[in-house]
């Protein structure tokens, strides 16, 4: 690795137009709104080894390193590598010390997604709001400065160990926070890449315990002032085998979406039993990739050795999934080459992946998705990927 001079800080998401027609964005008067919400801010990863997962991401997934933390930097505890694709911001940490509280989570839960960050105009505004709704304040508003700026910052905690830090970033322009510096890798992407494979987090799904995914549907709404965007119950969320229940929460512009998932019986386990087995508790179950172009996406990732969850053939002869589905930008059969679903609602369409999970444990892993127009998350294909995990499920042993 290099260290460059420290860069002014990139333009956190694509143009708003782009950004509306990539993740579905609506129209809405933040003035009127006690929780503002911008948007994403990053996602904070514990992992057992930083630098490895920081390679994988930038080789496999085609996020590039902007920013670094560890032993170099002064911080003893542990290394953190900040990469980026559009206005997708990961932060992976992996502990230096052994005796860092990285090592009790990591023992615990295995590699997955710690923070939920995101960026408001209002840090102290937020948490007031949210301590005055019931939320439990982690970390008190404050301040963190250096030659580029300050940021102000706090965090509240929500299901699980999972937290949303709250960044205002207005009046800081270093590479990402005080304490890291600028850098980039050696790594140099395949000839003819595109530049990035996804441009923007479309929506990140927990998964909570049973009869607890009404109760956080409630937080966001309280605290926060998100609003229910879907819901999805009974048959539209079932098989054969196993079933589970979902609600979806959106701030005001839809910029940020959560889907909360919790396992309902059924004659066996369903995925939300098995990842709350052994995500050892609630957590971050996926995080959609909103992606201009899947189909140079799943090409490229396959070809790093990125696996998908399989879809049969019977998926894209059904002539009911052909009527559903009108005319797409793409011949059903290049979909059907690459594994991709679709769907249509009301407002359009909308083209999907899920990959395998990313790590050991059959815990966290990533979706794409195309959006043209559809608002939805592909209600039409959920019977097909419950299938689809189930096959994998009984693989390991898990169903």
């Known amino acids: 690795m290099s260290i460059e001079a420290p860069a002014p800080r990139p333009a956190d998401l694509p143009p708003d137009d782009e950004l509306r027609r990539l993740v579905g964005l609506v129209d809405h008067n933040a003035a009127a ?32 390193l902007e920013a670094y933390s560890g032993p170099e930097t ?11 694709s559009g206005g997708v911001r990961f932060v992976v940490k992996g502990a230096v010390d052994p005796t860092s509280p990285l090592v009790t989570h990591h023992d615990l839960h295995g590699d997955g997604v710690v923070d939920i960050a995101l960026e408001v105009p209002d840090v102290d505004r937020c948490i ?4 005055s709704q019931g939320a439990t304040v982690l970390v008190e508003p404050h301040n963190e400065t250096d030659e580029f700026g300050t940021v102000r910052s706090a965090a509240i905690a929500t299901y699980g160990e999972t937290r949303h830090t709250l960044i205002d970033r207005s009046r800081y322009t270093g590479p990402y926070l005080p304490g890291y510096i600028a850098r980039s890798s050696n790594y140099r992407p395949r000839s003819g890449d595109p530049r990035r494979l996804f441009q923007a987090i479309d929506h990140v799904v927990g998964n909570v315990e049973l009869g607890r995914m009404d109760h956080w549907v409630e937080f966001y709404r309280r605290v926060m002032g998100f609003e229910n965007m879907a819901e999805f119950v009974g048959d539209d969320i079932a098989t054969d085998y196993s079933a589970l229940m ?30 709350l087995e052994f995500y050892r508790g609630p957590g971050v179950q996926h995080i959609a990739l909103a992606t201009s172009d899947i189909l140079t996406a799943v090409d490229c990732l396959r070809r790093e050795g990125i696996e998908f969850l399989a879809t049969p053939d019977s998926y894209y002869s059904d002539p009911e999934l052909r009527a559903r589905i009108g005319h797409v930008r793409v011949p059903v059969e290049e979909l059907r080459s690459r594994g991709i ?28 998705i195309e959006r043209h127009g559809s608002l939805g998350f592909g ?18 042993g898990n169903l």
Do not use: M
């Open 341 to 368: 679903l679709v769907d249509r609602d009301e407002d359009g369409y909308l083209l999907q992946i899920f990959c395998k999970p990313i790590t050991d444990r059959p815990t966290v892993f990533f979706e794409l």
């Open 128 to 131: 007031a709001r949210a301590r």
């Open 246 to 275: 979902s609600k979806v929460v959106a701030n005001g512009n839809h910029r940020v979406k959560f889907p909360l998932n919790e396992p309902a019986r059924g004659p066996k386990r369903s995925q939300i039993d098995e990842y």
């Open 74 to 84: 002064g911080n003893r505890d542990h290394k953190a590598f900040v990469l980026r």
């Open 33 to 64: 709104d006690p929780f503002p919400v911008l948007g994403w801010d990053v996602l904070v990863w514990v992992v057992g080894n930083a630098t490895q997962a920081a390679h994988f991401l930038e080789s496999a997934f085609g996020l590039r």
């Open 379 to 396: 209600k039409g294909n959920f019977k097909a990927l419950f299938q689809a995990i189930e096959r994998e499920q009984e693989t390991r």
